[in-house]
């Protein structure tokens, strides 16, 4: 059974970072496309960033590009999401992904989310 666990989340000021994890199991996060959404209240869930399996190429959205980092570790079987420069409109809750084909989706696995609140 494929299990995506997302921590990390919290509440920080503008211009500050924040680190996400997603701990997997039922599936090894080189062999799948893995990817970070997030969803602010009213609106829909939208596309942050991904790394692409095997060769575990970086994709981000325009939006955060140059101020977030996609990262594995295949040992642990974890992605990270490192966010620096927080800014208001980063406030979300953020899904973590798994796409058995490209990061571009569909995606077949989500895991419960973990809120993120940027206060200015």
């Known amino acids: 059974q494929v299990q995506l666990v997302a921590s990390g989340g919290g509440s920080v000021q503008a211009g500050g970072s924040l680190s996400l994890s997603c701990a997997a199991s039922?599936?090894?996060?080189?062999?799948?496309?893995m990817g970070w959404f997030r969803q602010a209240p009213g609106e829909e869930r939208v596309f942050v960033a991904a790394?692409?399996?095997?060769?575990?190429?970086?994709f981000y959205a325009d939006s955060v590009k140059g101020r977030f980092t996609i990262s594995r570790d295949i040992a642990r079987n974890t992605v990270y999401l490192k966010m620096n420069s927080l800014r208001v409109e980063d406030t979300a809750v953020y899904y973590c992904?798994?796409?058995?084909?490209?990061?571009?989706?569909?995606?077949?696995?989500w895991g419960q989310g973990t809120q993120v609140t940027v206060s200015s």
């Open positions: 992904a798994a796409a058995v084909a490209s990061w571009r989706g569909p995606y077949d696995y």
């Open positions: 790394i692409s399996r095997s060769v575990g190429m970086p």
């Open positions: 039922g599936l090894t996060v080189s062999c799948y496309s």
